[in-house]
T-cell receptor, first 111, second 114 residues
Framework: LAKTTQPISMDSYEGQEVNITCSHN???????ITWYQQFPSQGPRFIIQGYKTKVTNEVASLFIPADRKSSTLSLPRVSLSDTAVYYCLVGDGNAGNMLTFGGGTRLMVKP | NAGVMQNPRHLVRRRGQEARLRCSPM?????VYWYRQLPEEGLKFMVYLQKENIIDESGMPKERFSAEFPKEGPSILRIQQVVRGDSAAYFC????????????FGDGTRLSIL
């Protein structure tokens, strides 16, 4: 399974756009990139998933360059409630869809 | 549409006792996964089950831990003879099928061993 590397922590302010980049140099052809958000004392919550180029939904955008060796989660206009840990995961879903979580990025949004 | 339900949310056991953690997947989901999370760490995969079958238990400790997902009822993660090191948050996730479908997580069971 491809290993991911992402910053340990990030700080931002309310109303700003936040971009969290994840490196996955060994991503395989069949691998998808998935991001989860986790609040304290809660389970991870699915945010977005993509394979290439750009994916956008109601909460975030995911940018994936052509070589797919990295990806960037973009959160527009963050609020205090976006303070959480964000996990980037890579996998093909065929291995029983077993997810491999790294340490994640702790995002702190300040007023 | 109810999400993944785990109970109990908190469980306290003394060393040597048994712990049973329950997980009811989302309606229509037949794939269940168990993960363990230690403080300040990411989740670690333990086991993947489908109805009445264990598909992958490569992340499960060889002793004291077992999991099942019977035809009827919730999935159960069972820890026998608990030790202090078993203290963690245990999360269950479910998906409708394994191929590139996001998993939906419950809010976990926090197990504390006295």
């Amino acid at each position: 399974l491809a290993k991911t590397t992402q910053p340990i922590s990030m700080d931002s302010y309310e109303g700003q756009e936040v971009n969290i980049t994840c490196s996955h140099n060994n991503i395989a052809t069949n691998d998808y990139i998935t991001w989860y958000q986790q609040f304290p004392s809660q389970g991870p919550r699915f945010i977005i998933q993509g394979y290439k180029t750009k994916v956008t939904n109601e909460v975030a955008s995911l940018f994936i360059p052509a070589d797919r060796k990295s990806s960037t989660l973009s959160l527009p206009r963050v609020s205090l409630s976006d303070t959480a840990v964000y996990y980037c995961l890579v996998g093909d879903g065929n291995a029983g869809n077993m997810l491999t979580f790294g340490g994640g990025t702790r995002l702190m949004v300040k007023p | 549409n109810a999400g993944v339900m785990q109970n109990p949310r908190h469980l306290v056991r003394r060393r040597g006792q048994e712990a049973r953690l329950r997980c009811s997947p989302m309606k229509g989901h037949s794939h269940v996964y168990w993960y363990r999370q230690l403080p300040e760490e990411g989740l670690k995969f333990m086991v993947y089950l489908q109805k009445e079958n264990i598909i992958d238990e490569s992340g499960m400790p060889k002793e004291r831990f077992s999991a099942e997902f019977p035809k009827e009822g919730p999935s159960i993660l069972r820890i026998q003879q608990v030790v202090r090191g078993d203290s963690a948050a245990y999360f269950c996730a479910s998906s409708p099928q394994p191929v590139n479908q996001p998993q939906h997580f419950g809010d976990g069971t926090r197990l504390s061993i006295l």
